[in-house]
């Protein structure tokens, strides 16, 4: 039986929505949101009331329509579930009326409640919905509100679009929105091509049945006078580019696309039409399908345009405004990304748009820069292609009157240096370049010239560093670049410069040359040092976090030289007074806590009157997280405050060795750490193996007692989905097995036995992280060092993966237990590895000899010369020995005197 409204009902809630929408009355008002909320919480049918107020009363004001729809839609979003079919019903077959109205709002709305009804429920619940939307298209009154809804539709629910039971709607849908390109509304038009670009990165059959008419439509739209229909032309064309770039295969079609979004590029009188085109250039250069040279033909007009494209607007001056260095940051300065915490025990590839330093500190992204990372991908696509016809142009604008000219071009140079270093280096343009950068343009008037040549010398310092002349008798100390120390002096100078953006480009820059210069640095420790000194004093909270990186930066780079007590005077004290003031609870304590982890391990026993008040801390800051989520307070506490703790613990085990056990012996660490190597979060679970396999090396006893869980942890965490966890716990694993005493001999193998076939399915594992991968067969042959009888009789599962794996790790502690293992498995069972023997010798190939223990040496000769002396008296040696590439026959000679 069909709905049917109760007129009291209605005239109550037109009452209602009244009330709600008349603030003046206080009392009123808020009764009738009390008596709103409830009425859609007990009453089923409560939304088809709402719905006749939105379209079926005429005599009601706009507002208060419009008012209905709004709390209608919010109805169905959140009590769907206890609306009967029949009210649904009773929505669905007058809704789509409601989209030939005059009122755009009334259509916006209409579209946003059909959209929220597809979203709760699939697009099969509705099937009367697409064929009547379509019917609408071909109706003059209805087509703005269908095309408005097709719009929503494709934009929240293309996933559901795209499934095989739609694809003849789909088509059909596709075809129509082609026809639409040649509406004489703008509107139209725009919103027929964004239906169509909802489909571009999915590419349905759909589309590829139509994307030949496309092609033609967006192309024949190119001098569309609507700016709109421009974006859209070009947003489309870059995700075509990146999904589907064989269509730039035709000539005609490459050459219009190329020449249309270079004349957009540059002449558009839309901004933020110009800014789109330009993203097309990034687009087509990333993309390893599209054929190489495609924009080899236009290089010296594109990257001219590109270059011209840098030179700051009017608008952007005017948002760019900086500040003197004494005047606090605003909250919403505080870009929260800063805060967020690297784990330095992550062992996925980072992403590498996270690594370049904005240029100018901005969030927007402007033509400018979308133009210098244009210009940057070129670069690494066409390398020294550009160079000649680009040069003269960036020489000329460096010598320009303006200063944003010359702003743009030192922009630009930056934006070269990664992909055109060796072209610029042969036409020896770089050392000039380089010195006037140094000792000009760090000195402009002008803070946002001062703050591009800080990040362009960044972009440099590779190269700056690596312009050592060799060291003669008469001057041992020639190998220090020449350009290094003025690079110095001119960078710690910009880092205590009056501008806060100067600041944040200095010290940023300062940090990439860290990472560059490492032990380069040394003689300049001491000016650095006293730099950050002052830098701590003046900074404030946005520039103290890339502080905070750069101090860490500089632990890492140099190493032990930074445990000196001279160097220690000047660093320690200003961290640890940030250190005490910040409370508990500020997030400004992540970068702080990342920090001390890289200076405890450079500074080792240097940082041992500091390490019982901040390890106190850390244990604070779990415990104070932990309980906070295990009673979900109201306040729950970040999981970072753990993350950040337990990795500077791990640094603290690191760099205080024995000088931990103490603090571990006295503290509640280790009942905590057993919490969060099962805790929900795997970041969490990722630092705290980390702890476990630190705590091995510093401080095992106390790990002793907490054996068996932290084993049975591990085994739970053995799965790959969760790279960095896994990689951890398995290093973990290994760590402990190599360092348990031998009265626990006996117990080994039933911590060892569970995690055996897993670690061998994660050898054979194709495409598994390069980490953790290696760290699977040093975990492996750690466990055949200690329990050789155990894991013997599983060799010829792994060992071929295992030997390649190891042929790959470098010469060090770890690699050398692996190969101790492995001796003690192949006398135990030298039959599992006959198969794979030439991958064997292949792994012993991979050793530097002198950096190989003499006696490991030894006893790896000894182990061919049994493989040879046996399989010779079986008469097998000559046939496995020739799988063995001749080149590394004769090294086995030099290595361990083993002949053919």
């Not at 976090?545 to 101090?551: N, P, S």
């Not at 790896?860 to 040879?868: G, P, R, T």
Request: hydrophobic content about 45%; some cysteine; charged content about 20%.
């Amino acid at each position: 039986m069909a709905w049917q409204p109760d007129q009291v009902k209605l005239d109550q809630v037109g009452q209602l929505l009244q009330g709600c929408a008349d603030p003046s009355n206080h009392e009123r008002h808020v009764q009738a949101l009390q008596m709103l909320a409830q009425g859609k919480r007990d009453y089923p049918d409560f939304g088809c009331y709402l719905f006749l107020v939105f379209c079926k009363i005429p005599t009601a004001s706009p507002e208060l329509r419009q008012m209905a729809g709004i709390e209608l839609k919010n109805t169905i979003k959140s009590f769907h579930r206890t609306m009967s079919p029949a009210v649904m019903s009773f929505l669905k077959t007058a809704i789509l009326e409601v989209l030939g109205e005059p009122s755009r709002p009334h259509k916006r709305i209409a579209a946003q409640i059909i959209t929220t009804v597809v979203g709760i429920a699939e697009l099969s619940a509705w099937p009367e919905l697409l064929p009547g939307l379509m019917n609408l298209l071909d109706s003059a009154d209805h087509l703005e509100g269908a095309l408005m809804t097709m719009k929503l539709l494709c934009e929240d629910h293309s996933h559901q679009l795209c499934k095989p039971a739609h694809d003849a709607m789909l088509n059909a849908m596709l075809a129509k929105f082609i026809t639409l390109f040649s509406s004489p509304s703008p509107e139209s038009r725009a919103n027929a091509l964004n239906c169509i670009r909802q489909f571009v990165l999915p590419l349905p059959n759909a589309l590829l049945n139509n994307l030949n008419a496309f092609l033609q439509g967006l192309l024949a739209l190119h001098k569309d006078p609507e700016a709109s229909v421009r974006k859209e032309i070009c947003q489309s064309l870059c995700l075509l580019v990146e999904v589907k770039a064989d269509f730039l295969a035709d000539p005609n079609i490459c050459q219009f696309v190329v020449e249309f979004l270079l004349w957009t590029t540059e002449h558009d009188t839309d901004y933020d039409v110009k800014k789109e085109a330009c993203e097309f250039w990034s687009s087509l250069c990333e993309n390893e399908e599209v054929p190489p040279g495609v924009l080899k033909p236009y290089l010296s007009r594109l990257t001219l345009v590109l270059l011209n494209g840098m030179v700051y607007s009017e608008d952007e001056l005017i948002a760019l405004s900086d500040e003197a260095d004494n005047v606090p940051d605003r909250p919403e300065d505080l870009d929260p990304s800063l805060l967020h915490h690297h784990s330095k025990h992550a062992c996925s590839a980072p992403d590498p748009e996270d690594d370049d330093e904005d240029d100018d500190g901005g969030i927007e992204w402007t033509l400018r820069k979308c133009s210098a990372a244009g210009l940057d991908v070129i670069a690494n696509a066409y390398q020294a292609d550009i160079l000649d016809a680009l040069l003269p142009h960036i020489h000329d604008k460096l010598q320009a009157s303006e200063w944003q000219v010359v702003e743009s071009a030192v922009l630009a140079m930056g934006a070269l240096a990664e992909g055109c270093e060796a072209g610029l280096t042969q036409r020896q343009y770089l050392p000039n370049f380089v010195v006037h950068l140094i000792s000009t343009l760090l000195e402009s008037p002008q803070p946002l010239v001062r703050s591009i040549t800080c990040w362009t010398l960044s972009r440099y310092s590779r190269w700056i560093c690596n312009q050592r002349p060799p060291p003669t008798p008469e001057n041992p100390n020639a190998g220090m670049p020449a350009m290094l120390e003025p690079l110095v002096n001119g960078l710690l100078k910009r880092m205590l410069d009056g501008s806060k953006k100067v600041q944040e480009a200095g010290c940023s820059a300062m940090a990439v040359l860290e990472e560059e210069a490492h032990g380069l640095l040394t003689p300049f420790i001491s000016q650095i040092l006293q730099v950050y000194n002052q830098a701590f004093a003046r900074y404030q909270a946005k520039n103290l976090v890339i502080l905070y990186d750069a101090v860490g930066t500089l632990a890492e780079a140099v190493g032990k030289e930074l445990n000196r007590p001279e160097h220690i005077a000047l660093l320690l004290p200003p961290l640890i007074t940030k250190w005490e003031a910040l409370a508990d609870e500020d997030k400004s304590l992540f970068p702080l806590l990342e920090c001390l982890s890289n200076v405890v391990q450079a500074l080792r026993g240097g940082f041992e009157q500091y390490a019982h008040g901040v390890y106190q801390r850390c244990e604070r800051l779990i415990e104070m997280t932990l309980t906070s989520q295990q009673q979900q307070t109201e306040t729950m506490f970040d999981d970072e405050f753990i993350v950040c703790s337990l990795d500077l613990i791990s640094g603290m085990a690191e760099g205080l060795g024995s000088g931990i056990e103490s603090l571990v012996a006295n503290g509640k660490i280790l009942p905590m750490l057993m919490e969060c190597c099962q805790h929900m979060m795997p970041d969490v679970r990722q630092s705290a193996f980390a702890v476990v396999g630190d705590l091995s090396k510093a401080a095992l006893p106390h790990l002793l007692p907490y054996l068996e869980p932290i084993f049975q942890l591990v085994v739970a965490n053995l799965d790959p989905d969760h790279v960095s966890v896994c990689n951890n716990a398995c290093w973990s694993a290994g760590e402990l097995a190599v360092r348990l005493p031998p009265e626990m001999a006996e117990v080994m193998p039933n911590f060892i036995m569970p995690l055996l076939i897993p670690l061998i399915n994660l050898m054979g594992r194709p495409g598994l992280n390069k980490s953790l991968l290696e760290n699977t067969a040093i975990t492996l042959g750690r466990f055949g060092l200690v329990c050789p009888d155990l894991v013997a009789g599983q060799l010829n599962q792994f060992v071929q993966p295992w030997c390649r794996v190891l042929a790959g790790i470098r010469d060090d502690k770890e690699k050398e237990q692996s190969f101790r293992g492995m001796l003690k498995m192949v006398l135990i069972n030298p039959q599992g590895c006959i198969d794979s023997f030439e991958y064997l010798v292949l792994s012993l190939d991979s050793w530097n000899i002198d950096k190989m223990p003499p006696d490991l040496r030894k006893e790896l000769a000894s182990m061919l010369a049994w493989f040879k002396q046996n399989l010779q008296q079986a008469g097998q040696w000559e046939a496995i020995y020739a799988r063995v590439p001749a080149e590394v026959q004769q090294k086995m000679v030099q290595k361990y005197d083993v002949a053919p």
